[in-house]
């Protein structure tokens, strides 16, 4: 019994040290969603997961959520990308937009994949990002700024 599960605990390791090696350049990060001034929108708590598994298959995956805002509405959540200014100097470029709805309540979830290839010119370099949700293409919530490095 005792071997059988040392046995285990040994596959579960092996199995799981490819994982914990996945983000080692860019560690997955949690940003909260904050109103803006001026915004007409309420805000319980909203934030953007995002996750960078560096696979084949996904090079990212980043999960929005708002909770309390306003009921029935619909957002879209912008992806700005500073590049090569990690503290978001200068213009930015819209990387993506996703739609988030939210329900009677005000909550509501989304995400995004990105998947392979990233363009060669922004690989190996930091850069800063930052996410906006808007309604009606008016800005309500956004997040801080951050240096994301990709590999």
Not at 105 to 113: E, H, P
Request: hydrophobic share 40%; net charge neutral.
């Amino acid at each position: 019994m005792r071997l059988r599960l040392l046995l285990v605990c040994v596959l579960l390791g092996l199995v799981s040290a490819p994982l914990a090696e996945a983000d080692r350049v860019y560690h997955s990060e949690h940003m909260d969603l904050m109103r803006v001034v001026g915004s007409t929108d309420p805000l319980h708590k909203g934030f953007v997961q995002n996750i960078h598994p560096n696979g084949p298959n996904v090079y990212a995956h980043e999960i929005y959520v708002l909770s309390g805002a306003l009921p029935t509405a619909t957002y879209t959540v912008h992806l700005l990308v500073h590049p090569f200014s990690p503290m978001c100097a200068g213009a930015s470029t819209q990387f993506a937009v996703t739609p988030l709805a939210t329900n009677r309540s005000g909550n509501g979830q989304a995400d995004l994949f990105i998947r392979p290839p990233i363009p060669a010119p922004i690989r190996n370099a930091t850069h800063g990002v930052r996410w906006e949700v808007r309604r009606d293409g008016v800005l309500q919530y956004a997040t801080a700024c951050t240096p994301v490095t990709l590999d």
